[in-house]
């Protein structure tokens, strides 16, 4: 059997859908005395990806990997799979890396897991979060001073809510020695992967983004955070409407979104309401200058939109509201923007 295949029975020889227990066979030095140990903190409506994308990293490294909870009983993901917990807070082994993913929870200063990481921090070697996972490792204090990520939705949160934190929105890890944190999802692989090259070498990393057939680039200039949608807030619509789908698509310089809404006003009555929530985000603080949002009229629901970013640069968009034909009480908006020169 090739290196390949062995390594790979070995990935998924945890029984993707149920208990991450288990300790893959090193591929890292042999001479070690014994593998790193990686604990990871899973906890009900945790993200999928934000957990298993590192678990495959550091199972290729040949490190110890076993899930941690408040209790050994199952969890759930966002997605529904199911997870069983080896270790609970009250027993679990002193970790080496400790991984702390994103999803529908944020431990709060006051929690058991908060005081669980505290522990944990103060003899690992490595602490990572990946995703909104940040939040947490803020309220545990570890990121008080240093440079940190999350995911692209969470970067303005992150900045108004932790003022003491340098947060990062172009970068997919942020590594400050100790502590490492990554943007969103599928960026935790980037951060084990960094992780594991920053503890057995480049090759070693390079190696087993191979056997993953993941395109791993750690210089890419690639971060979602960046992209030109920043500078397009989210809409408060108090409930007139309800965002039943939406599309994407764009750059660092330029973006195009269309969101379908559900509702009970007229056209004239949800572009109003729009025009009015969009004054009043513009009017917040973020990555826009303050102050420099203008809106005009360019025909029936359409107008111009024109605001600076932080950095002086100016932006042009348009802002448009189309009916759904199938349904009188759909619609369409389209909010397109680029940078102006």
């Known amino acids: 059997m090739s290196l390949h295949a062995i390594l790979r029975a070995v ?48 199972s290729h490294a040949g490190y110890n990997l076993y899930a941690v ?12 799979l199911e997870v069983v917990p080896k270790y609970s807070f009250a ?25 669980w990481i505290k522990r944990q921090d103060a003899h690992d070697e490595h602490t990572m979060s990946v995703c909104n996972g940040a939040f947490t490792l803020a309220n545990a204090g570890l990121l008080n001073g240093l440079s940190a990520t999350t995911t692209a939705g969470n970067i303005l949160r992150m900045k108004r809510t932790y003022p003491q934190i340098k947060v990062v929105n172009d970068q997919r890890v942020v590594d400050n020695g100790k502590i490492l944190t990554t943007a969103g999802l599928s960026a935790g692989i980037d951060g084990a992967l960094h992780m594991v ?19 791993w680039q750690p210089n ?9 949608d920043r500078l397009i807030p989210d809409l408060d619509l108090n409930g007139l409407a309800d965002l039943v789908d939406m599309r994407l698509k764009g750059d660092k310089d330029r973006w195009e979104t269309a969101d379908w809404f559900k509702t009970k006003l007229s056209a004239s009555e949800l572009f109003g309401a729009i025009e009015t929530a969009f004054q009043k985000a513009y009017a917040d603080d973020g990555p826009w200058g303050p102050g420099s949002f203008h809106v005009t009229s360019s025909g029936p629901l359409k107008a111009n939109l024109h605001f600076d970013d932080r950095d002086g640069h100016h932006w042009h968009g348009t802002l448009a509201l189309e009916a759904v034909p199938s349904d009188a009480h759909q619609f369409v908006v389209r909010i397109a923007t680029a940078r102006a020169g």
């Open 91 to 115: 027993d679990a082994p002193q970790a080496d890396i400790l991984v702390i993913p994103g999803g529908g929870y944020e431990a709060p200063s006051n929690s058991a897991a908060v005081s």
């Open 197 to 215: 090259a920053v503890l057995d070498g480049e090759d070693a990393a390079e190696t087993i983004a191979l056997m993953l057939e993941y395109n």
């Open 220 to 228: 890419n200039a690639y971060a979602r955070g960046a992209m030109a």
């Open 69 to 80: 909870a408040p209790t050994k009983h199952s969890i759930r993901s966002e997605e529904g």
């Open 11 to 58: 990935a998924l020889s945890a029984t993707a859908g149920a208990i991450l227990s288990s300790a893959a066979p090193a591929f890292a030095d042999q001479s070690a005395s014994s593998p790193k140990k990686v604990a990871i903190l899973v906890f009900n409506d945790v993200a999928m990806i934000d957990y298993s994308g590192p678990y495959e990293v550091f």
